[in-house]
């Protein structure tokens, strides 16, 4: 009895593991939504931060070059001296 119960249940996770694969790339189908979205680049002025822009140019205010935008999250930790 205990043979036929594991047969079942080989066939059962056999079964399972086709049914979730993708049948046009052969990947497992929790792969495909993970699909990432490329990091929008924004521009700024250094003396304006509030003015933004999507590709590099001269700020409208004062003709500075427009630098692109980092996270405030992202920047590495300075160490202080004491």
Known sequence: MKKVTLMAIAMLFSAA???AADTHTGKM?????KKLKPAKVQYTCTMHPEVL???PG???KCGMA???K???KKKPA???KM
């Open 78 to 80: 300075e160490k202080m």
């Open 66 to 68: 427009l630098v692109k």
């Open 58 to 60: 001269k700020c409208p």
């Open 53 to 55: 822009s999507n590709k």
């Open 70 to 72: 980092t996270d405030a």
């Open 17 to 19: 593991t086709v049914f």
């Open 29 to 33: 189908a929790s792969d495909t939504t």
